[in-house]
């Protein structure tokens, strides 16, 4: 399976984007889906999750009632809804595919993300 990762761009404080992570040359089935950021200089970051089977997320607290995570089964496509944006959600966003929410270890390119203040 590879992952694209798409839908960055630059926003405005208080603005919203969807990121896409859709999946080509397999499907999402096995496993759990997350999206990571890491802006320059810091550490990558967990900032959600869902399984794909029961589509049960988990979020990073930074971004819990802002950011919303979401899967399109017959799309083979996971969604994450960024709403309230901020200054400091800038970063290079990455989805990644992993056997639960916990756990990561597939990863696909990433998408820029750039909140202005």
């Known amino acids: 399976v590879q992952l694209q990762a798409y839908g960055g761009g630059l926003v405005q404080a208080g603005g919203s984007l969807r990121l896409s992570c859709a999946a080509s040359g397999g499907t999402f089935t096995s496993y759990a889906v997350g999206w990571f950021r890491q802006a320059p200089g810091k550490a990558r970051q967990f900032v959600a999750g869902?399984?794909?089977?029961?589509?049960?997320?988990r979020y990073a607290d930074s971004v819990k009632g802002r950011f919303t995570i979401s899967r399109d089964t017959a799309k083979n496509t996971v969604y994450l809804q960024m709403s309230s944006l901020k200054p400091e959600d800038t970063a290079v966003y990455f989805c990644?595919?992993?056997?639960?929410?916990?756990?990561?270890?597939?990863w696909g390119q990433g998408t820029q993300v750039t909140v202005s203040s």
């Open positions: 990644a595919t992993g056997p639960n929410l916990v756990s990561y270890d597939y």
């Open positions: 869902i399984t794909w089977r029961g589509g049960v997320s």
